[in-house]
């Protein structure tokens, strides 16, 4: 970054601010204004301190590797535009390797589709942010931002009472917010997310602005299934069972209701299982018959950076490659994602942020299991499906992350898709418990 990026930078958040501004007034809603232009702004500040830390403190993939070869892209079609067809549409494995700024490290690195679609995104933004990182960042991180609205909007719309851990669950999460403040793919996973959530919502219960909506889905559906195609397998089957409970809710008929609920969950499940089977080729390493082995190669890559990595950790049950082992390695693994690092296994800076946040969601479970007797959070999450839905997508992404994820400045960025429904679930668990017995809460209007 140079004085360039600092100049502009003021410049792009107050032209993003207007337009924030702007958008705010088409809410009736007093609250929606407020959490919008707040929102915007946590988010401006989060991305300058990303853009600092990752230049100046502890350069990573976002500034080394993506910005840096976008930023070759960006410049060799300024001089060429015939390079930027090339470089965009074609798909990674089969580009011309010495059109990378480095060969051998850009054929390596972005061979993986996965990492390519970042570089590509990448490269369309420098063209609007003058081939500056800082203000490619705040774009990435508007777009991210966008997703985390979206995803506020779906809970706030359908339990406002609860607006307030909404807000801190989605639109102030520490290291939700800042890591996906920046040129990375969990900006655009964070998106996808948020997007996709919102928009099946409006197609599929609300019912309206179903043609925009369809398109913004399959977009993202687009876009996260190329950068991380396992958040979708996770997601997908809770989200679609979420969809079709929801609309059985709405039925009338109460023993039609009690008949259709087993066969909501086999429907929504079995759908997933459809998606899987029918999709073995082009999920690769997440094919069905591939995940264990997925795992083990990337447990593999961690422990081989164990002598130059003080963040790396150990699990005490040794992980052998089988859905057996995997079974095992569960709760350890769960365990380690929702509520590691610790405090005392904090070594640098990176990690001391989530380590606080760790602390405070294991309070907040053990605070919930005390307040429900513990048997009680188990029939609240059966029976009321926006809470299935939350429950089960971050235990299971928990699952996944934990199990493959062996360094703790890697487990930071890889789980926040899980954590703001791992809170908003325990939010909404108090929140039935609350009106399934009044008395043993403080007789006040809020939560």
């Known amino acids: 970054m140079d004085l360039v990026d600092f100049i502009l930078f003021p410049i792009y958040c107050t032209l993003f601010y207007l337009i924030v501004r702007y958008r705010s007034k088409r809410y009736n809603d007093p ?4 959490y919008y232009r707040n929102a915007f702004v946590v988010r401006t500040i989060a991305c300058l301190a990303f853009s600092i830390y990752l230049v100046y403190l502890s350069p990573g993939d976002s500034y080394s590797t993506y910005y840096h070869e976008a930023s070759n892209i960006y410049e060799q079609s300024l001089k060429d535009f015939s390079v930027f067809p090339k470089m965009i549409l074609t798909s990674a494995k089969d580009i011309d390797p010495s059109l990378f700024s480095d060969n051998t490290i850009g054929a390596a690195v972005f061979f993986d589709e996965n990492n390519y679609m970042v570089v590509r995104i990448a490269t369309v933004i420098l063209f609007a942010s003058f081939g500056k990182y800082l203000i490619a960042n705040l774009i990435f991180s508007l777009l991210a931002f966008e997703g985390c609205w979206k995803l506020f ?10 607006h307030k851990q909404c807000a801190i669950a989605i639109l102030y999460f520490p290291t939700l917010i800042f890591w996906s403040s920046g040129i990375s793919k969990e900006a655009i996973c964070i998106a996808g997310i948020g997007y996709i959530t919102y928009g099946c919502y409006l197609i599929f219960i609300k019912r309206i602005y179903i043609i925009r909506n369809i398109i913004l889905v399959l977009i993202f559906l687009f876009f996260l299934s190329n950068v991380k195609i396992y958040i979708l397998i996770c997601f997908m089957p809770f989200l679609i069972n979420y969809l079709i409970a929801a609309n059985v809710i709405l039925l009338k008929n109460r023993y039609l209701k009690m008949f259709l609920g087993p066969i909501i969950l086999v429907v929504s499940f079995l759908i997933g299982w459809l998606f899987l089977m029918s999709n073995q080729d082009s999920l690769g390493g997440y094919a069905l018959d591939g995940i264990s082995e997925s795992i083990k190669t990337e447990q593999n890559n961690f422990i ?3 002598t130059t990595s003080e963040s790396n950790f150990n699990f005490t049950t040794e992980y052998d490659g089988t859905p057996i082992g995997l079974l095992k390695l569960a709760p350890s693994a769960i365990g380690t994602t ?7 296994e904090v070594t640098k800076l990176s990690t001391l942020l989530s380590a606080l946040e760790a602390s405070l ?3 907040l479970t053990i605070y ?5 007797k513990f048997i009680h959070v188990f029939k609240i999450i059966i029976t009321t499906p926006i809470v299935f839905f939350c429950f089960s997508f971050s235990i299971a992404f928990s699952l996944f992350v934990g199990a493959s994820t062996l360094n703790f400045g890697s487990l930071v960025r890889y789980k926040i898709p899980a954590m703001p429904f791992y809170l908003i679930a325990m939010f909404l668990i108090l929140y039935f418990h609350k009106l399934a017995n009044p008395v043993l809460y403080n007789k006040t209007k809020n939560f």
Not at 338 to 344: D, N, S, Y
């Open 31 to 34: 609250l929606l204004k407020i």
């Open 153 to 162: 909007k779906f809970f706030y719309y359908q339990y406002p009472i609860l």
């Open 304 to 306: 081989l950076q164990e």
């Open 338 to 344: 929702l509520f590691r690092p610790f405090l005392w």
């Open 361 to 363: 969601v294991i309070l």
């Open 368 to 372: 919930v299991l005390y307040k429900t």
